[in-house]
């Protein structure tokens, strides 16, 4: 197995770079590959940028240059469904580009060409990833999360949903925007802004891959709001600590 894990963004992937075994960095079409072990698995690191492009060109790289067999996702995300709060942890079953339509002439959502709406996260690794994430709770929570900030985002019992993630070339801030397309997407868990991308490029290269996402905001007018604090304080804690336990894992299977 050689991993590749993709971030969005730098804060997420920092503990992780820093916790790589003799890790050696690599430039390639404008990214830092971070090329090491993590916790004794083949790991490769890899901030992707926002967006669907930017997470596209991340993943293919990270399969024909860098020979990853599967693929990880950690970031956050905004709450596709009004009983998904912030700081709770949703795991992909599969993914949809919620901006793609080319109606009248294919269904709304379908990837022309390709007959598919939904893109497939691998269902092995995404249990393997939600057993990681159940851990996290269980045994790291309490202590990897300053106080302040759990009262700062009202964290109490944060819980995992497994279900369907949207993304689209748009932070969703907007309540209408958002209740539509819970809406129009049943089963929808989270709206982002690169997981469909890394699965429609990983359904075509044949390589599995599972999306983890934490909670950040509602997708409503409130969504920039200490955003970036979250992602700092809250949703750095999340992704490191359910990697390790991912590898560690993954170590003894
Ligand atoms: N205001 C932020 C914008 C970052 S873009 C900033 O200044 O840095 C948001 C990132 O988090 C993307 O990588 C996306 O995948 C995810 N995300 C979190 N909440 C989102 C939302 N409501 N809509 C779309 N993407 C969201």
Redesign the pocket.
């Known amino acids: 197995m050689r991993l590749g894990i993709i971030s969005?963004?730098s804060e997420e992937q920092q503990g992780l770079v820093e916790a790589m075994q003799s890790p050696y960095k690599l430039i390639h079409g404008q990214r830092t590959y971070w090329v090491g072990q993590l916790w004794e698995i083949d790991a490769v690191c890899v901030l992707s940028r926002?967006g669907k492009v930017a997470a596209a060109v991340t993943t293919t790289t990270l399969v024909e240059k860098f020979g990853v067999t599967h693929i990880l996702f950690t970031?956050?995300?905004?709450s596709g469904d009004r009983s998904i709060k912030v700081g709770d942890i949703v795991v992909a079953e599969s993914l949809v580009q919620h901006d793609m339509d080319a109606s009248p002439l294919f269904p709304r959502f379908e990837v022309p060409l390709t007959g598919m709406t939904h893109f497939p996260a691998d269902h092995h690794l995404g249990t393997r990833l939600l057993d990681a994430a159940y851990a996290f709770l269980e045994n790291d929570f309490s202590d990897a999360i300053d106080p302040l900030e759990k009262a700062a985002f009202g964290l109490r019992q944060p819980r995992i949903h497994r279900g369907l993630i949207a993304?689209g070339d748009?932070?969703?801030?907007d309540r209408e925007h958002i209740n539509g397309l819970n809406a129009a997407l049943p089963g929808l868990v989270a709206?982002?802004?690169?997981g469909a991308a890394v699965a429609q490029v990983c359904h075509e290269l044949n390589v599995p891959c599972a999306v983890i996402r934490t909670i950040?905001?509602n997708?409503n007018e409130n969504?920039?709001t200490d955003?970036?604090r979250f992602v700092k304080s809250v949703a750095a804690q999340y992704a490191f600590h359910i990697v390790r336990r991912f590898c560690q894992q993954t170590k003894v299977l």
């Open positions: 969005a963004l926002i970031g956050v995300a905004g993304s748009q932070f969703v801030n709206v982002e802004m690169e950040s905001d997708a969504a920039a955003f970036l």
